[in-house]
């Protein structure tokens, strides 16, 4: 089983960039799956997520900027990140989890399969 995130890069802020998270050996279809990101010196933080039956949540600092898709074809979940801010720059990861249950989304991931991330500059 792997799952591998990519698209990041450098971009100056106002940019957008998209992020796929692609799998091997499983199913993301009717899975949960979750973007996190963790920032120099910062906590890992809940950035957007895809539930089992495709109810989405996004964190407040990137809702309206964010959006979260599946690409069914490709096995692959996407994250479009629009007008970028200087503090969206982090490590960006996906993980999936069979379901969220009734588990709060940033929680629910903790025992989830973590992928490898992938980094997202913004600057000028």
């Known amino acids: 089983v792997q799952l591998q995130a990519s698209g990041g890069g450098l971009v100056q802020p106002g940019g957008s960039l998209r992020l796929s998270c692609a799998a091997s050996?499983?199913?993301?279809?009717?899975?949960?799956v979750g973007w996190f990101r963790q920032a120099p010196g910062k906590e890992r933080e809940g950035v957007s997520c895809?539930?089992?039956?495709?109810?989405?949540y996004y964190a407040n600092s990137v809702k309206n900027r964010f959006t979260i898709g599946r690409e069914s074809t490709k096995n692959a979940v996407y994250l479009q990140m629009d007008n970028l801010r200087p503090e969206d720059t982090a490590v960006y990861y996906c993980?999936?989890?069979?379901?969220?249950?009734?588990?709060?989304?940033?929680?629910?991931?903790?025992?989830?399969?973590w992928g490898q991330g992938t980094l997202v500059t913004v600057s000028s």
């Open positions: 993980v999936v989890e069979v379901t969220l249950g009734g588990t709060p989304w940033k929680k629910a991931f903790d025992s989830g399969f």
């Open positions: 050996g499983i199913n993301l279809n009717g899975m949960a």
């Open positions: 895809i539930n089992s039956d495709d109810t989405i």
